[in-house]
């Protein structure tokens, strides 16, 4: 495939040279799924029969948590270890320009140059909860082609972003020390969906007080549910600057995956992320089908929004007058 | 359908830590509404077009202001047809005499943005391009 003929290659096309590991197809079949549209479901069909053999990691965390910088060296010791590591960045998009600054090859300094990590930076554009649109076909392109594992990065988290955990087979949470005391460590959200929690920057004097109030709080999560074999959230202290902790955190992301293995927990991983992927699609469908732009509808959309702003119909009486005529399109 | 927005990835490559309008010029592009995958600085060229691919951008733009851009450059040129992505449209800037600005363009460089050039300028350079270019 050369550069001119893919200018112009069918993304059903690119799915072949995909299989066999080609990175300008993944990178370009990537960039199809980003935009969108119909053109490449075909190709998309295709890889995900292909995809499901990789081991999928979230890592997540607030905001300058040192996500970016602990993932460049997980993906330096799972390199050495002679994996193919799949990586998507996901950063912010602009609410006001619609564009955005990826920065998180930065960090990825040691690793870029390196065909066998594949890092891909995706933003947002608009989709709240952590993760891009694409961000699941793309990680289904990299375990096609034959990365494992692939890493997730979500956008630097606030406490209620956490769709990462209907994405992943193992979720890493990541704490930076210094950031609230105790009492944000029993708080609902994000340090709940964690299979491992991580203290980034331990060569901080502070990190120490971190680790504590996380265990402190993981024992107060007595057998929440005392039916499912348990697997020990451990608490690993890491700092990306002098590489403490990395080969541990290694060691747990294996020791999860292994764990979910023996005890079925992977095919309940499986199916969760299938049935939020089935939501999420249902979704998208729905809200290509009533696109502002687009007219129609049972009732006019005008019109509904009329009655809504006057305060006559509530906004889920709207919306099931809204799409009652696509459902009886369908039904027929 | 809405467009997608431009994906440009801007690269400080070599001895070369002058980076300060290089974060600028990725601020006035994400203000325009485009992806902006910076890399950081003292990148090689190996790793800036490994990342240009893998990241499947509209134009590679490559900073330098340490005088090396006629080895660098072409290098880079060289290494993007290797990876058979010559698609990928280069676009250099930073300080460089009249005459090496015109070899860079012999060879495929798309556009050579000077030091002087103002944002709206960088900005408008790299919408033609891709509008110029078959759509992929």
């Not at chain 1, 948590?65 to 590591?85: E, N, T």
């Not at chain 1, 460590?185 to 901080?204: M, N, Q, T, Y």
């Not at chain 2, 990876?83 to 005499?97: K, L, N, T």
């Amino acid at each position: 495939m050369s550069a001119v003929t893919r200018l112009r290659v069918s993304s059903l096309d690119l799915v072949a040279p995909v299989l066999a590991g080609k990175i300008t197809a993944i990178a370009r079949l990537m960039s199809r799924v980003e935009s969108g549209g119909g053109e490449v479901m075909g190709a998309l069909e295709e890889i995900y029969r292909h995809a499901g053999k990789a081991h999928i990691v979230g890592i997540t965390g607030v905001a300058g948590s040192g996500k970016s910088a602990l993932l460049a060296k997980l993906a330096i010791r799972l390199r050495a270890a002679g994996r193919r590591v799949g990586i998507i960045a996901v950063d912010p998009t602009s609410p006001f320009s619609g564009g955005s600054i990826l920065g998180d090859r930065i960090r990825m300094n040691e690793l870029s140059g390196d065909p066998a990590v594949f890092i891909r930076s995706m933003a947002t554009r608009g989709s709240l909860g952590g993760l891009a649109r694409a961000t699941l076909d793309a990680g289904d392109i990299l375990d096609a082609a034959g990365y494992d594992p692939v890493l997730i990065e979500t956008v630097g988290v606030g406490q209620d972003e956490v769709e990462i955990v209907q994405a992943a087979h193992s979720t890493v949470v990541v704490s930076a020390p210094g950031l609230g005391d105790d009492i944000q460590a029993v708080k609902a959200g994000v340090l709940e969906i964690a299979d491992i929690h991580v203290v980034s920057k331990c060569d901080r004097p502070d990190a120490n007080r971190t680790v504590i109030d996380l265990k402190n709080m993981l024992t107060m999560t007595v057998a929440a549910a005392a039916s499912a074999p348990a697997w020990p959230l451990p608490v690993v202290a890491t700092s990306a600057e002098s590489g403490e902790g990395v080969d541990e955190l290694v060691e747990q992301i294996d020791a999860h995956r292994a764990f979910l293995q023996r005890t079925d927990g992977l095919r309940e991983r499986q199916r969760r992320i299938a049935q939020w992927r089935l939501l999420k699609a249902a979704e998208e469908l729905l809200r290509d089908e009533f696109k502002p732009q687009q007219e129609g509808g049972g009732r006019g959309r005008a019109q509904l929004i009329d009655a809504m702003t006057a305060r006559e119909i509530h906004p889920h009486v709207a919306a099931r007058q809204l799409i009652e005529p696509a459902r009886r399109g369908t039904e027929k | 359908m809405q467009t997608d927005p431009i994906r440009v990835l801007i690269a400080k490559v070599g001895l070369d830590g002058h980076d300060r309008g290089v974060k600028i010029v990725a601020r006035c592009l994400r203000d325009a509404g485009m992806d902006v995958i910076y890399t950081g600085l003292h990148r090689t060229p190996e790793q800036v077009v490994m990342a240009a691919v893998q990241e499947d951008v509209d134009i590679l733009g490559i900073s330098i202001l340490s005088g090396a851009h006629m080895t660098v450059i072409p290098k880079v040129l060289d290494l993007l047809k290797e990876q058979e992505a010559e698609d990928i449209m280069v676009v250099a800037g930073g300080v460089m005499p009249d005459e090496d600005i015109a070899a860079l363009k012999e060879q495929g460089v798309q556009e050579v943005l000077l030091q002087d050039t103002p944002p709206d300028a960088i900005v408008d350079s790299i919408r033609r391009l891709v509008a110029a270019r078959a759509p992929r």
